[in-house]
């Protein structure tokens, strides 16, 4: 990784905080409170506004747009779809977060419809990533049970056919635009037992991305690698899910840029 790459995803995360952009997230029932405390403590401002009424509307004022499909009924996807179409109109980034898309014939029907809307970045976790591009996976609901690893070629696929940033998220990230990759490890195994960890995760990507459209795989790297050492200081004293959920807030509140470049593992490659 060269001095000028850490760099750069160090001062996007800076940049996010002296801004704090508006984050339209269209996100689940279960993440909603989790996912605004953490843009909130990394110093975005959210917002979750799904409505087919507004959702347009307002993704027009927003600095980024998100969409999770976790809770999917055909009045939200409306709003998904208004959302999506505002996003690309006024020229917004905006991240596609594809949970659980094989499970069903609704989420895989969806999920194929607003991928031809053009997400600046798909995020998910490896089974879902293998899923989009019809390589075989384990996946069940919205658990992965593949490795990143094994799903890096799918992701690279995945990034060629749709123009977007893929991240790969799991005990080691990957992210990746076609071109270029990077790994981002660190974090914690209290991660995927903290719900809405993942979900969360696609909000601040949004929030990063809103400052730096113009790089959307440095703004992804640079959210992932904010997750990846809060995850790891707030596990040095948490005794367990709970108290490492208030403490993984702490953490990502007291972070800068400064500690990013010196704390991230991140690897260009």
């Known amino acids: 990784m060269t001095a000028a790459t850490r ?9 996010m905080r002296q801004t704090s952009p508006l984050v339209q ?11 605004a405390n953490v843009l909130l403590a990394a110093g975005a401002s959210p917002a979750m506004v799904h409505a087919p009424e507004e959702a347009g509307e307002f993704a027009k004022i927003a600095g980024a747009l998100t969409i999770n499909i976790g809770t999917l009924s055909p009045y939200w996807l409306d709003g998904m779809r208004k959302a999506a179409n505002a996003a690309n109109e006024s ?18 029907e969806t999920t194929e419809e607003l991928l031809t809307l053009r997400p600046t970045v798909i995020r998910g976790n490896a089974s ?18 593949d490795t990143v690893e094994s799903a890096e070629a799918s992701a690279a696929m995945l990034a060629g056919r749709t123009g977007a940033v893929v991240a790969v998220t799991g005990a080691a990230d990957f992210v990746t635009d076609g071109q270029r990759a990077a790994r981002i490890e660190g974090g914690s ?9 993942g979900c969360a995760l696609t909000c601040l990507v949004g929030a990063v991305t809103a400052v730096a459209p113009e790089d959307p795989l440095t703004a992804t790297v640079s959210a992932l690698a904010a997750f990846a050492v809060a995850g790891t200081q707030a596990a040095q004293h948490a005794e367990g899910p709970g108290s490492f ?15 990013l470049r010196a704390q991230a593992k991140v690897a260009f490659v």
């Not at 384990?138 to 049970?145: K, T, Y």
């Open 91 to 108: 020229g917004k980034p905006w991240v596609l977060d594809p949970v659980a898309h094989f499970a069903t014939s609704f989420r895989r």
């Open 245 to 259: 959920a208030w403490r993984f807030i702490d953490a990502l509140a007291a972070l800068n840029g400064t500690m």
């Open 189 to 197: 195994e209290l991660m995927p037992k903290i719900t809405a960890m």
């Open 7 to 15: 760099h750069s995803y160090g001062e996007l995360f800076d940049r």
């Open 128 to 145: 879902e990533i293998m899923a989009l591009v019809g390589a075989a996976s384990a996946g069940r609901g919205v658990d992965s049970s």
């Open 25 to 35: 997230c269209i996100t689940n029932y279960v993440a909603m409170n989790f996912a």
